[in-house]
């Protein structure tokens, strides 16, 4: 298919935050979905799902499940986008990427999967997640299917400074706390609570982490992105995390934690604005 714009918005759906959503969402996957399609200048219009009524949502779409807890149960998540113009409904964060890129190849800013070299960062060091990661889905771009893997377990190791900052919806915060507890197998949700020693040992990590993925953004020190000027989507999968550490810390925090490595993280994060529109 060759279409450059489509005549209908886009059905997009993300995670309800604290009102006014279109300011305070901050669910990294998501992020990545709403980068690419304002990257791909689509119209869309935004569906805010409560977190509790997510697996009801995906499932009365008929969207198979793309992650699953440790024990082998389904785990229903967002994003989820349904164009209307071809009936499509893609219910991963990659696989929305490459159904814009294979669906409207021209539009907007072009291509979001350009070749680059990102075969040379992985995480140095062993790691568990609680809840495993969606494994890569190449879709044709295999290089950055498997950063995209990388970049979420790098990030997803770090999460533990987020969550007693997460912009609830009132509406639904009380179950969502209660699920978080529930998963990780905690009594209540203030053990999540991450601060002094702990905390700054979690932050040591994450700087050295960032440190490694630095390299990355410095090799072409022409712009904030992994190609100097020019946006991918392997910006947009760092970026998407960024959003959600921004949308969780307080400012003064971000603020340092982006000073690192010579700020080009808060670089990125800024230059990534362009594509930001809920
Ligand atoms: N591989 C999937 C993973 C999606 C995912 O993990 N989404 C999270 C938000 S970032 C979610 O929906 N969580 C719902 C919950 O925690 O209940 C993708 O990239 O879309």
């Given at each position: 298919m060759t279409t450059s714009t489509p005549a209908n918005p886009i059905e997009?759906?993300?995670?309800?935050?604290?009102?006014?959503?279109?300011?305070?969402?901050?669910?990294?996957?998501?992020?990545?979905?709403?980068?690419?399609?304002?990257?791909?200048?689509?119209?869309?219009?935004?569906?805010?799902?409560?977190?509790?009524?997510?697996?009801?949502?995906?499932?009365?779409?008929?969207?198979?499940?793309?992650?699953?807890?440790?024990?082998?149960?389904?785990?229903?998540?967002?994003?989820?986008?349904?164009?209307?113009?071809?009936?499509?409904?893609?219910?991963?964060?990659?696989?929305?990427?490459?159904?814009?890129?294979?669906?409207?190849?021209?539009?907007?800013?072009?291509?979001?999967?350009?070749?680059?070299?990102?075969?040379?960062?992985?995480?140095?060091?062993?790691?568990?997640?609680?809840?495993?990661?969606?494994?890569?889905?190449?879709?044709?771009?295999?290089?950055?299917?498997?950063?995209?893997?990388?970049?979420?377990?790098?990030?997803?190791?770090?999460?533990?400074?987020?969550?007693?900052?997460?912009?609830?919806?009132?509406?639904?915060?009380?179950?969502?706390?209660a699920e978080f507890v529930r998963r990780a197998g905690v009594k209540r949700f203030e053990d999540f609570t991450l601060e002094g020693e702990a905390r700054q040992k979690v932050k040591d990590s994450f700087k050295e982490m960032l440190g490694g993925l630095a390299v990355l953004f410095k090799k072409d020190p022409s712009g904030p992105f992994l190609l100097g000027q020019r946006a991918s989507y392997a910006d947009m999968m760092v970026g998407a995390w960024l959003r959600m550490f921004h949308g969780t810390l307080e400012a003064s925090e971000f603020d340092e934690i982006t000073s690192w490595h010579d700020g080009v993280f808060r670089q990125l994060h800024d230059a990534l604005d362009a594509y930001a529109k809920a």
């Open positions: 997009f759906y993300d995670i309800a935050t604290r009102p006014p959503a279109e300011k305070t969402c901050c669910s990294p996957n998501p992020w990545k979905a709403r980068f690419a399609l304002n990257f791909k200048a689509m119209p869309f219009t935004t569906n805010w799902v409560q977190m509790p009524d997510i697996t009801k949502v995906r499932k009365g779409l008929n969207v198979p499940p793309v992650r699953q807890f440790a024990d082998g149960t389904d785990f229903y998540t967002l994003p989820i986008i349904h164009d209307p113009n071809t009936g499509a409904l893609v219910g991963d964060s990659f696989d929305i990427a490459v159904y814009l890129q294979k669906t409207y190849p021209d539009a907007g800013a072009g291509d979001l999967f350009p070749a680059q070299a990102l075969g040379d960062w992985v995480l140095a060091k062993e790691h568990s997640i609680l809840v495993p990661l969606t494994e890569a889905r190449p879709g044709g771009w295999p290089d950055y299917a498997q950063f995209n893997v990388n970049v979420d377990a790098a990030f997803t190791l770090h999460v533990g400074l987020t969550v007693q900052g997460f912009p609830f919806d009132p509406a639904s915060e009380e179950a969502s706390k």
